[in-house]
């Protein structure tokens, strides 16, 4: 099994920043995306941002610019530094991995189980 545990949530003033860590853990041959997602009250879950084994990034628009992803593939860990926070970047943050547990198996997504984040003066 595969286990991904997230930190890093909490309350921020609007401006603020946070950052947030995931470590995947289990049964792991390789990862291919890390990446994060966040869903607000009464929105659907949608992409934060996203990183590559090889180091490509993608971002939200909403984010561009205040947000960076980062990944350890060493430690197979993710990081998502948020600065200029705003009430709108208010949500459950949950950590995704795509996983391949052996050589030759196929790939699988596997999810945290979420952090609050918090944007309020």
């Known amino acids: 099994q595969v286990q991904l545990v997230e930190s890093g949530g909490g309350l921020v003033q609007p401006g603020g920043s946070l950052r947030l860590s995931c470590a995947a853990s289990?049964?792991?041959?390789?990862?291919?995306?890390m990446g994060w997602y966040r869903q607000a009250p009464g929105k659907q879950r949608e992409l934060v941002a996203v990183?590559?084994?090889?180091?490509?990034?993608n971002y939200t628009d909403s984010v561009k610019g205040r947000f960076t992803i980062s990944r350890d593939n060493a430690r197979n860990s993710v990081y998502l530094q948020m600065n200029s926070l705003k009430p709108e970047d208010t949500a459950v943050y949950y950590c995704?991995?795509?996983?391949?547990?052996?050589?030759?198996?196929?790939?699988?997504?596997?999810w945290g189980q979420g952090t609050q984040v918090t944007v309020s003066s």
């Open positions: 995704n991995a795509n996983v391949r547990r052996s050589r030759f198996g196929l790939t699988r997504d596997y």
């Open positions: 289990g049964s792991i041959f390789s990862i291919y995306t």
């Open positions: 990183t590559t084994d090889g180091g490509s990034t």
